[in-house]
């Protein structure tokens, strides 16, 4: 076994506050494509003049709702996705009581689907959806409904998922708790993420152990800051660190 992995599954073991913190590399191997990698979302060619990183902003929202939603439906509203490895290793983790939380800025939903509790989505996700006029909420079978704009059938305004789009700002209550967890946590597990967007990448900082994992395909700006630095495919190495757990 890898020497690396070998050191951190002791790390695991003797811990009982652990927290995760990741990204979209955690949902690759379930079909999720990311945004920076190769294959990732904002290298892919579309049939718009608008870059994708435009088209997921408050800007192009507010200017162009019937294309911000055509952009979601057909990127990032995929069926049929389910928990790969890493998603169900956490959740196992959770369940044994090792890790107190995850803390994603996934919107896929599939920590949760995967068993996972204590779920932090620091970006939203796309179970949810509100008018931006009345308020009132809507599921994604309601959406699911309407081939472009999502019109609200309270007061005819336009309906939006309840991600975080650039140019808003977070869910501050999310972020004090995600803050509270990391910084008592014993462990923290940082994974498929590039660590480039902030305030999110922001975290790590309020992390004050010493036992720091970073499990990525690619470098990050932080990985000098990691105690365990792992370059590989997070299921494969969830999966083989909760092996005999
Ligand atoms: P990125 O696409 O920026 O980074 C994903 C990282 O995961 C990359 O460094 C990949 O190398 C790595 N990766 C991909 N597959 C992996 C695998 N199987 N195992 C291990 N690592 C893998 O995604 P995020 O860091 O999540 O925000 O991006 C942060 C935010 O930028 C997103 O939440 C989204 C985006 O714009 C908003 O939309 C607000
Ligand atoms: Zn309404």
Redesign the pocket.
């Known amino acids: 076994m890898n020497r690396k992995i070998e050191d951190l599954k002791k790390v695991i073991e003797e811990s009982d506050n652990i927290v995760f913190f ?5 949902s ?2 379930s079909g999720v494509p ?4 190769a294959t ?1 979302l ?1 290298n892919r060619k579309n049939d718009s003049d608008f870059s994708p ?1 435009y088209m ?1 902003s408050h800007d192009f929202f507010v200017k162009y709702p019937d294309k911000f939603m055509k952009y979601c439906r057909e990127n990032l509203i995929i069926d049929g996705i389910k928990p790969n490895a ?1 998603h169900k290793a956490l959740a196992y983790l959770e369940k044994i009581g090792k890790l107190k939380a995850v803390i994603t ?3 896929d939903s599939l920590h949760q689907e995967a068993g996972s509790k204590n779920v932090i989505e620091i ?1 939203g996700n796309l179970r949810d959806y509100y008018c931006t006029n009345c308020g009132k909420t809507f599921d994604l079978t309601y959406v699911k409904k309407f081939e472009s704009t999502v019109k609200c059938d309270r007061c005819g305004s336009i309906v939006r998922p309840d ?4 140019g808003e700002s977070l869910d501050q209550d999310k972020i004090s708790y995600a803050i509270s967890l990391i910084r008592r946590a014993d462990v923290l597990i940082i ?7 902030y305030p ?1 990448a922001g975290l790590i900082d309020f992390y004050r152990g010493n036992k720091l994992v970073l ?4 470098t ?1 700006p932080r990985d000098s800051r990691a105690d365990y630095l792992i370059q ?4 494969k190495v969830m999966k083989e660190l909760v092996k005999d757990l």
Not at 163 to 166: D, H, M, S
């Open positions: 990741g990204g979209a590399g955690v690759t191997a990311d945004f920076r990698s990732g904002y990183e997921l890493a800025q996934n919107i970006h991600i975080v789009l650039y994974g498929g993420t590039s660590l480039v967007v999110a499990i990525n395909k690619e990050t590989g495919d997070i299921a």
